[in-house]
């Protein structure tokens, strides 16, 4: 895979998944506006061509993915309370890397996210759904990968964030019952999606779920199971819950989890799961398998990325 690849969002979940993925069988030029977690990658990737830029504002970093042949467009505002930064992130920096795409007609790898078919209602679900649309009207040759919750190496937001959360606190409450189906995606697989797009060049728009359907509560369970915690479960009634994450909002301009992450978790939705081994040529790692890759390695367990 002799090809110049230009990644946004590069010190991301995905992103640090990727590159660590890719080594040496591609030129990367990677992008992203945390100067820490960048740091981070460029102790593990010393070799990658590394910007810290903001992709909203211009800057030379336009001129860098002018030079690329493909681009994987990662970044995305996930978490918060403000709309602006949503706008901000998932969408008029969208534009803007197009334009830099566009120089040199690149093929591109868009990561949107399952939420576009979701029944949930949040600042992530409106962005990211206006970001697919100005991908799709580009006019580049690209692919649309949609995937589900992911978890794996220097993931900070999710699963991860669950598992330090776990090792800190007494006990880990768990909103009502419990019973709300996830479909959870290793980011080493989703990466292996990626790399086979990049190879050869796949269009369309692909729903990527976890082939492993298992409620939050199980999900819970099984991730203290491979991490050898003892701390113990304890559901917290609905409504409490989401008092609790109001009034910590009131103190945490970012916070980790917020009320409508909450909401968009117990949202009742089943994504399309389709033979994404078969379509791109991965080994999909059953859950329990890449749970223990993600906590158990001895080295990028340890690495943990920043808000």
């Given at each position: ?104 007609s690149a093929y591109l790898v868009h990561v949107s996210s399952s939420v576009v078919n979701s029944q949930a209602n949040d600042f992530y679900t409106e962005s990211k759904t206006a970001q697919e649309a100005v991908v799709d009207a580009c006019g580049l040759t690209h692919v649309v990968l949609r ?99 109001a009034a910590y909002a009131l103190v945490d301009r970012n916070p980790p989890f917020t009320t409508k992450q909450l909401e968009a978790l117990v949202t009742p939705d089943v994504f399309e799961v389709i033979d994404w081994p078969a379509i791109f040529s991965v080994r999909a790692t059953p859950l ?20």
């Amino acid at each position: 895979m002799s090809k110049r690849v230009f990644i946004t969002g590069a010190a991301g979940l995905v992103g640090q998944n990727l590159i660590a993925q890719l080594g040496d069988a591609a030129s990367i030029v990677g992008v992203d506006k945390h100067a820490e977690n960048l740091a981070t990658l460029r102790q593990l990737r010393p070799e990658a061509t590394l910007i810290e830029a903001d992709l909203a504002e211009p800057g030379p970093w336009q001129a860098a993915a002018a030079e690329c042949d493909t681009v994987i467009m990662l970044q995305a505002q996930i978490g918060g309370l403000d709309w602006a930064e949503f706008e901000r992130n998932n969408v008029t920096a969208t534009h803007r890397v197009l334009e830099a795409a566009a120089k040199s007609s690149a093929y591109l790898v868009h990561v949107s996210s399952s939420v576009v078919n979701s029944q949930a209602n949040d600042f992530y679900t409106e962005s990211k759904t206006a970001q697919e649309a100005v991908v799709d009207a580009c006019g580049l040759t690209h692919v649309v990968l949609r995937p589900t919750l992911m978890f794996g190496w220097f993931d900070r937001k999710h699963i991860g964030w669950l598992k330090r959360f776990m090792e800190r606190v007494p006990v880990f409450p768990i909103p009502g019952d419990g019973r709300y189906l996830r479909q959870p995606l290793f980011a080493g697989d989703f990466a292996s999606i990626i790399a086979s797009c990049i190879e050869r060049e796949l269009t369309g728009a692909y729903n990527i779920s976890g082939l492993e359907k298992i409620d939050y509560v199980d999900m819970i369970r099984l991730l203290r199971k491979v991490t050898g915690l003892r701390t113990p479960i304890v559901h917290v009634p609905y409504k409490l819950f989401w008092g609790l994450l109001a009034a910590y909002a009131l103190v945490d301009r970012n916070p980790p989890f917020t009320t409508k992450q909450l909401e968009a978790l117990v949202t009742p939705d089943v994504f399309e799961v389709i033979d994404w081994p078969a379509i791109f040529s991965v080994r999909a790692t059953p859950l329990e398998e890449a749970f223990e890759k993600t906590f158990l390695d001895p080295v990028y367990s340890n690495v943990t990325l920043r808000f």
